[in-house]
């Protein structure tokens, strides 16, 4: 059984900082996953936000936190980082980390597990 925890979330104003972690138990070896961050505000459906390949050899982020946003992996801790800048009140969402064993066709879909999400609220 696989389980992804996800921590870190919390209340900031526009401009601020935070870094999402997400912990990763079960199953096969972390360093196996790509992992996924995504989110969902309210009245919306749930969006990619960044993914991380195998190795962190490879990165890829949706446009809207290009540049803003970085994820990283510590495969040692079987956790998975998303560090957030420039925070701005259209940020606000309940975040969701994921992971999958294969890439598949695309890094935004065909994740596998996901955790319970953990809320970010920017406020302006």
């Known amino acids: 059984q696989v389980q992804l925890v996800e921590s870190g979330g919390g209340l900031v104003q526009a401009g601020g900082s935070l870094r999402l972690s997400c912990a990763v138990s079960?199953?096969?070896?972390?360093?196996?996953?790509?992992m996924g961050w995504f989110r969902q505000a309210p009245g919306k459906d749930r969006e990619f936000v960044a993914a991380?390949?195998?190795?962190?050899?490879?990165?890829y982020y949706t446009g809207s936190v290009q540049g803003r946003s970085t994820i990283s992996r510590d495969d040692a801790k079987n956790t998975v980082y998303l560090q957030m800048n420039s925070l701005k009140p259209e940020d606000t969402a309940v975040y969701y980390c994921?992971?999958?064993?294969?890439?598949?066709?695309?890094?935004?879909?065909?994740?596998?597990?996901w955790g319970q999400g953990t809320q970010v609220t920017v406020s302006s």
């Open positions: 991380i390949g195998w190795n962190s050899g490879a990165t």
């Open positions: 079960g199953g096969r070896s972390f360093s196996g996953y790509v």
């Open positions: 994921a992971s999958k064993t294969r890439l598949g066709s695309s890094w935004s879909t065909e994740y596998e597990y």
